[in-house]
């Protein structure tokens, strides 16, 4: 008999569509292979609810919650705030969800939990997640993926009040809370060395029981070799950036180059202008109005991103605020695409700036950058950013670190040294 996983996860891990939701999947898929999962999620989107057969074809039980709508989840997160505590727990609070958890718990159902994300975490800490009759906790692991409260307290520098109070509460509450859910589990991940290194200096407590699981990229899905029919139109040199549109850092990002970079690669190339197609859902209203700018175009949803990368002349990730690995970038990479990002967006890519692709900081970098791509003067780059990828972000690799954490069978654990 196969020994038994609990998986908690603050989203439907299916389909893996967007940055958290591919790490859950390929963590939540790989680790089925060796044991028999119990995986409990929220959704926020009711349309996922009709990918629960997939994740039942690879799980031996689910139980999946609704968040509500976005309203109901705010309000919730306001009618469970205590002091001291972020508005995050109270959003991915689910009643329903604690009460299975406790009862696995109570009937000494697992062998051991893993979690994702700290909004999960209070699902098995404190007096209503211990065993009954004496029983140990399982062994916890807990996948923090990047230093969340880093990004709350990015959004309140220069935000104006009240935004940048709360913004600076809910860092320095969820820090706190990031603090004490790592000393309370018997390892806690990051999603890169950087990002587990940078925790190391704010939670110095836990230090010696940190670790790290690099995001990889599925490369057989993301290979240059599939064809892909062309999206642009004939003759067009397109720029690319794909994610989530209603996704702070991204709408940030593609404004600040819609607005300073375009202008100048517009101006550089009077004769063969450059096009910036922004492409992924729920565009927010602040991206579709970049639509009337010259060369700018904004897709909305699409049915698969891959045929909008394969035939951009360049990807670009100029994002101002970033945590852990952007996988955004490795796709690119992986479809053989000359990419620039910025410094924040190159953070935790196991590539070499420079040769296997373009690290830009700032409008004239960026843009100057991007001219040399368009004008063929890095022919190799694409390559390059491929076999970049296969050597350091191979799903299949990655997770081996994740297997000596979670064996399959009862095991000392021994966190990874310092680097």
């Not at 923090?144 to 940048?164: E, N």
Request: charged share 20%; aromatic share 6%; proline share 8%.
């Amino acid at each position: 008999m196969r020994p038994r996983l609990l998986f908690l996860c603050h989203r439907i891990p299916y389909p893996p569509d967007k940055g958290d939701k591919i790490r859950a999947w390929h963590m939540l898929s790989h680790l089925a292979r060796r044991w028999s999962v119990d995986l409990g999620c929220l959704v926020d989107d009711p349309a996922d609810l009709a990918h629960l057969p997939a994740l039942r074809a690879v799980c031996a039980e689910v139980e999946c919650r609704p968040t509500g709508a976005r309203a109901s989840a705010a309000a919730r997160a306001l009618l469970r705030l205590r002091p001291g505590l972020p508005l995050t727990l109270g959003w991915f609070h689910a009643p329903a969800l604690q009460d299975w958890v406790a009862a696995g718990l109570a009937a000494g159902r697992y062998d051991a939990i893993l979690v994702y994300s700290s909004a999960m975490a209070p699902y098995v800490m404190g007096p209503h997640a211990a065993g009954r009759g004496g029983r140990a906790m399982p062994r916890r692991i807990l996948d923090l993926v990047d230093v969340d409260s880093a990004k709350w307290a990015a959004y309140a520098v220069g935000a104006a009040p009240p935004m940048r109070q709360v913004w600076a509460r809910e860092a320095r509450t969820l820090l706190a809370f990031e603090r004490r859910a790592a000393a309370a589990f018997d390892c806690t991940l990051l999603v890169s060395r950087e990002e587990r290194d940078h925790f190391a200096t704010l939670a110095p407590e836990s230090a010696a029981r940190l670790d790290w699981v690099d995001n990889g990229v599925d490369l057989a899905r993301f290979d240059p070799s599939l064809h892909h029919e062309n999206p642009y139109r004939s003759g067009a040199r397109p720029i690319v950036f794909t994610g989530t549109m209603d996704y702070r850092p991204n709408v940030e990002a593609v404004s600040w180059f819609a607005q300073e970079v375009m202008p100048m690669l517009r101006t550089a190339a009077p004769d063969h202008q450059p096009e910036f197609h922004i492409v992924g859902a729920n565009p927010a209203q602040a991206v579709r109005a970049l639509a009337t700018l010259p060369g700018v175009y904004v897709t909305g949803p699409v049915p698969d991103t891959r045929p909008y990368i394969a035939h951009a002349a360049a990807a670009v990730a100029p994002l101002h605020i970033a945590r852990g690995i952007q996988n955004k970038v490795l796709e690119a990479m992986a479809l053989a695409r000359p990419v620039v990002a910025s410094p924040q967006a190159f953070e935790g890519v196991r590539a070499n700036a420079g040769q296997d692709l373009l690290v830009a900081d700032g409008r004239l970098a960026t843009a100057t950058a991007l001219s040399e791509v368009l004008r063929g003067l890095h022919p190799d780059l694409g390559a390059r950013a491929r076999a970049a990828v296969v050597r350091g972000h191979d799903w299949s690799a990655t997770l081996r670190r994740l297997d000596r954490l979670l064996p399959g069978e009862p095991a000392a654990y021994a966190p990874q040294a310092a680097e």
